[in-house]
């Protein structure tokens, strides 16, 4: 409501904060491992890094790390590793758990103060004296017997779901998150660093806070649906004298037709809805890695995102857009046919030897070239080729003329059919270029005599969601889509595509960015479709 209550740090506390920080900025982003990090992470990481990087400053990369339920140590792996493929560079690796000590002799101070009580009740009592604005018959209890019984739910003598400290904050509160949050919760559960040492953990509201003014974080960022918790945030500081780092919020990244919630991630990963956390459909980082997309068109788009408070779904396009800005500068062409149709060029004469094209890796002049044998055979894409013509189409039908990139017009003079199914086209060819036809076409010659033609499998991915935003669905699961993914098993590669390794990526013209997936062997190559062209037919 605008009115955020805050109140100032003490010249003392100022003091301190800036003796630790020398006056710099200080930033976190602090991801919890319960899942893989998402496109949603990147633009945090760019909030976080950015800023700080921008400024001269530093940011720690902190792993909130207070559910062991959910929590592994793959999933800190994964964001470690995502946090370097974007190019960022943390000032320091932390864990919340590193703190779990001074956050239990902070929360026995805060019960001394009055501050915080055991409370009893069951999740559906709280629930109920929250929304009638009741107090917890256990609110008032002595301090001492607080205490006492706080000890006792460390030592691991209460059992889970019996007790919990809850903060003693303001019940008559018109904002839900003041109404006693709990601060710590027992869990027999085992932890990945802490292992079985505790069995109370701390909630975010009670360790986010805590932490963020422990590292000296001057801009404590977060995403919009925090903000009506910055009121126990800073309630929270100032009850245990601490300094209050400056809370800002940011919007939350959502991408159209697909989904950034680590537990929807999740669940589809686990029924294996789709094929694993990097299934190259998914917009976590490991996903579009995979996908091929390029670190630097993640960190562009984080970037043309701004620092703005609105909550959008934002188009696919976008980040398209950002992915061919960077491949167009760095991908070097080639040509796929994916479902090929043998062309035979019946006025060809001489060896296949004699005859060779010059091809250019990229659009501009001074481009590196590449050889392409020009043979009396050549595949081309079926559809490309029309038994029924129109005016405005501009590929082969019989009687027209299409240019074969980087090669010669050919003019299509008959074809013949097979069970009704076109298998063959019987075409000229213009060595001499005079005529100039509009449509431009990708082609591959026929193999070498001896050798086999290359095929390869190429991937291509859909919309992952039928509908633009499926958190609006009343059923997200209902609105996936299964027919996301068509994989093509016998496209034909030109040659100079044999010896390609993992990563590689090219762009096949007319078809899109592909790139080598870690699917491929020695026997075939994979290509996942990272993204289309933006229009495909005249060159
Ligand atoms: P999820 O619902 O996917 O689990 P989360 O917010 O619980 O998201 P965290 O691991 O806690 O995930 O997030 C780490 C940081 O990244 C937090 O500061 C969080 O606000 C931010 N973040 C998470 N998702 C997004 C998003 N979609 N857009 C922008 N920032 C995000
Ligand atoms: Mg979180
Ligand atoms: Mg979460």
């Not at 003091?15 to 200080?26: C, D, I, Q, R, W």
């Amino acid at each position: 409501d605008g009115t955020v209550f805050r109140p100032s740090n003490s010249r003392e506390k100022l003091e301190k904060h800036l003796s630790a920080t020398g006056g710099a900025v200080v930033t976190r982003f602090p991801p919890e491992p319960n899942g893989y990090s998402h496109l949603g992470h990147g633009k945090a990481m760019g909030m976080n890094f950015g800023f700080a990087c921008g400024a001269n400053g530093k940011c720690y990369l902190r792993l909130d790390d207070t559910n062991p339920e959910g929590e592994s140590d793959e999933f800190t792996a994964n964001i470690q590793d995502m946090v370097q493929w974007l190019g960022w560079k943390p000032f320091k690796v932390t864990y919340c758990s590193d703190y779990f000590e001074e956050l239990y002799e902070k929360a026995v101070e805060l019960i001394k103060r009055g501050y915080a009580y055991v409370d009893h009740q069951t999740p559906a009592e709280v629930k109920e004296y929250r929304e009638k604005l009741l107090e917890s018959p256990w609110r008032n209890r002595p301090i001492d017997e607080s205490l006492e019984l706080f000890e006792k739910m460390r030592a691991g003598a209460v059992p889970e779901g019996q007790a919990t400290l809850r903060m003693k904050q303001d019940m008559k509160s018109n904002n839900g998150n003041m109404l006693d949050l709990v601060a710590y919760r027992i869990k027999f559960a085992s932890h990945p660093r802490t292992k079985d040492k505790w069995c109370i953990y701390p909630t975010y509201d009670y360790s986010h806070c805590i932490v963020d003014s422990l590292e000296n974080i001057t801009h404590s960022l977060c995403t919009l649906e925090f903000e009506t918790r910055r009121v126990s945030y800073y309630w929270l500081l100032d009850k245990l004298d601490m300094y209050l780092p400056y809370v800002w919020e940011y919007g939350r990244l959502n991408v159209s037709n697909n989904l950034l919630s680590k537990r929807k991630l999740k669940y589809l990963v686990d029924k294996q809805m789709v094929d694993g956390w990097d299934d190259p459909r998914l917009l976590t980082l490991a996903g579009l890695r995979r996908r091929g997309v390029p670190p630097n068109a993640i960190n562009n788009f984080c970037r043309a995102l701004g620092r703005t408070r609105s909550d959008n779904l934002i188009s696919t396009d976008l980040v398209d857009h950002f992915v061919r800005e960077e491949l167009n500068k760095t991908a070097p062409r080639t040509m796929v046919v994916f479902q090929p149709l043998k062309v035979t060029i019946i006025n060809f004469e001489g060896h296949e030897q004699d005859q060779v094209v010059e091809a250019k890796r990229f659009p501009d002049a001074n481009s590196p070239t590449y050889k392409i044998p020009f043979t009396k055979t050549i595949y081309i894409e079926r559809t490309d080729f029309r038994e029924h013509d129109s005016k405005d189409y501009y590929g082969l039908s019989k009687g027209k003329s299409v240019l074969l990139r980087y090669a010669f017009p050919i003019t299509c003079v008959d074809y013949i059919c097979v069970d009704g199914e076109v298998v063959e086209l019987l075409a000229t060819y213009d060595p001499l270029k005079a005529i100039k036809p509009k449509g431009v076409i990708h082609w591959v010659p026929e193999a070498a005599p001896g050798t086999k033609e290359l095929t390869v499998e190429v991937r291509l991915f859909g919309k992952l969601f039928k509908s633009e935003d499926p958190r609006l669905h009343s059923n997200w699961l209902e609105d996936f889509n299964p027919q996301s993914k068509e994989v093509i098993n016998d496209a034909v590669a030109l040659h100079c595509l044999k010896d390609v390794k993992c990563g590689d990526c090219f762009q096949f013209e007319r078809k899109g960015y592909f790139v080598v997936d870690r699917d491929s062997s020695s026997r075939k190559t994979v290509f996942n479709r990272i993204v289309a062209l933006k229009s495909s037919f005249r060159g």
